[in-house]
């Protein structure tokens, strides 16, 4: 036994050894909260946009192909950068999800120790990735009734009209009102 185990365990057992740095807590289920709103709001309303950028593909192009990439990435924030809508194919959907995620703030509730970068973790896929967040709606979209699909672009101007002067000149350009 080191001596340096006997001072931790005789001062306070529940100490959290050095080392733990490396491991996450078991207790944080998410690696990331909400300072305003909810992700289920934040993907209600990017369910919204992605019916409507494919009615608006289908009304530029009416023979062409109106597929939409479901995969969404958000960049949570901390406390130095506030949270980023990340990846989307579609440049509608890149400024209402930038809307989005300022309605939506999502910080990262990790701790970014010095230490945790070492040894390699670049090529840990999860590790590297743990302050984002992945959406695949079109999993998400499978559940939305017919009637809301239709609802969508009425649902979507309304919010957009909330949100003040960007979501006016989203609107304006790409013709929703």
């Known amino acids: 036994m080191r001596l340096g185990d006997c001072f931790v365990e005789s001062v306070n057992p529940a ?9 996450e807590s078991p207790l944080i289920k998410e690696p990331y909260k909400f300072i305003s709103g909810s ?3 934040l993907k209600e309303v990017l369910i919204w946009t992605r ?8 009304e530029r192009e009416p023979h062409g192909k109106t597929w ?9 924030g901390n406390l130095k950068d506030a949270s980023t809508f990340e990846h989307s194919t579609e440049t509608f959907i890149n400024a209402v999800g930038a809307l989005a995620v300022k309605e939506n703030a999502s910080y ?4 970014e120790g010095g230490g945790r970068r070492a040894g390699g973790e670049c090529y840990d896929w999860a590790r590297k990735n743990k ?3 992945f959406l695949n709606l079109e999993q998400e979209s499978k559940d939305v ?5 239709i609802a969508a672009r009425a649902r979507l101007a309304d919010w957009l009209a909330e ?3 960007e979501g006016e000149r989203i609107l304006e350009m790409w013709k929703l009102k």
Request: proline content about 7%; hydrophobic content about 35%.
């Open 108 to 111: 990262s509730v990790l701790s």
């Open 163 to 165: 949100q003040g002067s």
């Open 131 to 133: 302050h984002r967040i």
């Open 51 to 58: 019916f409507v950028c494919e009615d608006l593909k289908r």
């Open 68 to 76: 939409i990439s479901p995969h969404l990435t958000i960049n949570c």
């Open 39 to 41: 992700l289920e709001r």
């Open 15 to 23: 100490l959290v050894s050095p080392y733990s740095m490396y491991f």
């Open 145 to 149: 009734p017919i009637r809301q699909k």
